[in-house]
């Protein structure tokens, strides 16, 4: 009964180094989202993604920052080059198939200094 | 403008009274959804709606989704210290690939 994991649960990164953020779904779910909820702001959208695949990325920015859902093992948010402006919440939900409740983990706070 | 507004953005009470908050929106959504956020944890997913006028209750808290699907409200009675945190509604719009459109937040004390 494990809900949706991520790792590392906090992250510090130096400016201009890379960000790795780990997501496992909740068993039986095949679908992955991506949220980045900035301090006094909601969460936002980012990207989401089923297996191999990225359904929609139009929360993305377009510039250092990636995400994969590979066949086997986590899906991966990756930022490349990190600057201030990237310490956030990254928060990751699952849900069973498209539309159905979106259950989220408990987040990976990065801070960029 | 944020697509869904949550109000009031805080809200402190004393334990054992009621309450209500709200979240608009002059869009549809499909369907809308309330969660709970500790500090430092994600958000719980507490209740989803989706028919116009729809009430569903979990415990204490009555949630409405408007005739309309533009708006709802969740209901407090006899509120207490643990219901104390963070309360987001999200809403899915139709056609948009199921990614949520989060308000800001309630935040709700309830003191002893």
């Known amino acids: 009964n494990a809900g949706v994991m991520q790792n590392p649960r906090h992250l510090v990164r130096r400016r201009g180094q890379e960000a790795r953020l780990r997501c496992s779904p909740m068993?039986?779910?095949?679908?992955v989202y991506w949220y980045r909820q900035l301090p006094e702001e909601g969460l936002k959208f980012m990207v989401y993604?089923?297996?191999?695949?990225?359904?929609?990325e139009s929360g993305m920015p377009k510039e250092r920052f990636s995400a994969e859902f590979p066949k086997e093992g986590p899906s991966i948010l990756r930022i490349q080059q990190v600057v201030r402006g990237d310490s956030a919440a990254y928060f990751c939900?699952?849900?069973?198939?498209?539309?159905?409740?979106?259950?989220f983990g408990p987040g990976t706070r990065l801070t960029v200094t | 403008t944020q697509l869904l507004e949550q109000s009031p953005q805080f809200l402190s009470i004393q334990e054992g009274e009621n309450l209500t908050v709200y979240c608009n929106s002059s869009?549809?959504?499909?369907?809308l959804q309330w969660y709970r956020q500790e500090p430092g944890e994600g958000p719980v997913l507490l209740v989803t709606?989706?028919?116009?006028?729809e009430v569903k209750k979990l415990k204490r808290l009555t949630f409405q989704f408007g005739d309309a699907r533009k708006d709802s409200s969740l209901h407090i009675t006899a509120a207490q210290p643990g219901d104390t945190g963070l309360y987001l509604c999200?809403?899915?719009?139709?056609?948009?690939?199921?990614?949520?459109?989060f308000g800001k937040g309630i935040t709700l004390s309830v003191r002893p």
């Open positions: 999200a809403g899915e719009r139709a056609g948009a690939n199921s990614k949520l459109t």
């Open positions: 709606v989706v028919t116009g006028g």
């Open positions: 993604l089923q297996k191999e695949n990225i359904i929609d």
């Open positions: 068993k039986g779910h095949s679908h």
């Open positions: 869009s549809v959504f499909s369907s």
């Open positions: 939900a699952s849900s069973r198939e498209s539309g159905n409740e979106q259950y």
